[in-house]
């Protein structure tokens, strides 16, 4: 009897053991994508005069957004995108420059409209000279309200 109690015991301790082990390599496969999911952080540009969209090609996507309430939500909604990171691979989407306009400096970002069936990310926006941890991920909604000229 008190052979087959240390045997239960080894057992409960071995199970312990690989359950940890498997544990940390989960937690080292995952580390920065738990990292920047809880992290938001997308730079405080205020005050917005305009946000204008074109394509990587330099042609205007829509008019210039110059109302203030309509730059308020997209910019809200985009102070509020969580941080992500570059998949590899990752698809490509539609890619468009934005730029915000902030008085008399202009930031650029590049947003990769990934919007499609299938897709489980409707979009990512980054600095054009941004480094690799500086993306954000944005929702079909918040691309649709960028696009459109309504």
Do not use: C
């Not at 920047?36 to 305009?50: E, M, Q, Y």
């Not at 102070?79 to 930031?107: C, M, Q, W």
Request: glycine residues 8%.
């Amino acid at each position: 009897m008190r052979r087959a109690g240390v045997w239960m015991l080894l057992v409960m301790g071995l199970g312990a053991v690989v359950t940890l082990v498997f544990y940390q390599l989960w937690l080292n496969e995952h580390r920065g994508e738990l990292a920047f999911k809880a992290a938001h952080g997308f730079p405080n540009l205020d005050p917005v005069t305009s946000i204008e969209v074109s394509s990587t090609e330099g042609m205007i996507v829509r008019p210039a957004i110059q109302d203030q309430a309509a730059i308020a939500n997209i910019m809200t909604e985009l102070r509020n995108a969580p941080r992500t990171y570059f998949g590899d691979p990752e698809p490509s989407g539609t890619l468009y420059r934005i730029s915000i306009h902030v008085s008399k400096r202009v930031h650029k970002f590049e947003l990769n409209d990934m919007r499609s069936p299938g897709s489980r990310v409707s979009g990512k926006i980054y600095p054009v000279d941004g480094g690799p941890k500086e993306v954000w991920q944005v929702s079909a909604q918040w691309i649709e309200k960028l696009l459109s000229e309504r």
